[in-house]
């Protein structure tokens, strides 16, 4: 099990930018897949972007594929989310969460999740 911890959430205006961390404690972070997911108000939550273990392989969803880069460093248990070109869109409460396999975009197959980080963009 990881314990997850994400910052770098705030404000910004639209066509801004920001880098999401999340801090994983344990030794068994490098074996993770690791991926973002965010929730709205009055939304479902909803995957962003997920990087395997190594750091081979992404996936990103189709709203910000393009604008967002997902990357981590195993010898600092940080995964990062690059959030460019922002839109008001993207206002949502963004959660990091661990998962044991690569591929799936469904928030029931992770389950290590951290506590959210608020990320708002104004237009």
């Known amino acids: 099990q990881v314990q997850l911890v994400e910052s770098g959430g705030g404000l910004v205006q639209a066509g801004g930018s920001l880098r999401l961390s999340c801090a994983a404690s344990?030794?068994?972070?490098?074996?993770?897949?690791m991926g973002w997911f965010r929730q709205a108000p009055g939304k479902e939550r909803e995957f962003v972007a997920a990087?395997?273990?190594?750091?081979?392989?992404?996936d990103y969803a189709d709203s910000v594929k393009g604008r967002f880069t997902i990357s981590r460093d195993n010898a600092k248990n940080t995964v990062y989310l690059q959030m460019n070109s922002l839109k008001p869109e993207d206002t949502a409460v963004y959660y990091c969460?661990?998962?044991?396999?690569?591929?799936?975009?469904?928030?029931?197959?992770?389950?290590?999740w951290g506590q959210g980080t608020q990320v708002t963009v104004s237009s």
């Open positions: 990087i395997s273990w190594r750091g081979f392989s992404t």
């Open positions: 344990g030794r068994t972070f490098s074996t993770y897949t």
């Open positions: 969460a661990a998962a044991r396999s690569f591929g799936s975009k469904r928030s029931d197959e992770y389950n290590n």
